[in-house]
Nanobody
Framework: QVQLVESGGGLVQAGGSLRLSCAAS????????MGWHRQAPGKQRELVAA???????NYADSVKGRFTISRDNAKNTVYLQMNSLKPEDTAVYFC????????????????WGQGTQVTVSS
């Protein structure tokens, strides 16, 4: 089993920045890909960004140029640097991890964190 613990959410004004972290523990050898998904009230969960073990990345169009995903394999941690935040970025952000990159892209990775709230005020 793998446990994912997110941190770094909070309240920020539009135009501000936040950095989310997701630390994995347990059977981390089973993880190749990690990513972030978000869910706003009344909306479906959607991909924000994902990164493979080799560093390949994929971003939602809505965050390209503003968000950067990175990972520290030695620490089994993935980060999401969020700049130029907009009110529409307000959501609960979930960390997702799995063996295959494609499953994380689709939001079907084996493991999920508990979520961290990001609120952007206008």
């Amino acid at each position: 089993q793998v446990q994912l613990v997110e941190s770094g959410g909070g309240l920020v004004q539009a135009g501000g920045s936040l950095r989310l972290s997701c630390a994995a523990s347990g059977s981390t050898f089973s993880i190749n890909a990690m990513g972030w998904h978000r869910q706003a009230p009344g909306k479906q969960r959607e991909l924000v960004a994902a990164i493979s073990n080799s560093g390949s990345t994929n971003y939602a169009d809505s965050v390209k140029g503003r968000f950067t995903i990175s990972r520290d394999n030695a620490k089994n941690t993935v980060y999401l640097q969020m700049n130029s935040l907009k009110p529409e970025d307000t959501a609960v952000y979930f960390c997702n991890a799995g063996f295959r990159f494609l499953t994380v892209l689709r939001g079907t990775g084996d493991y999920w964190g508990q979520g961290t709230q990001v609120t952007v005020s206008s």
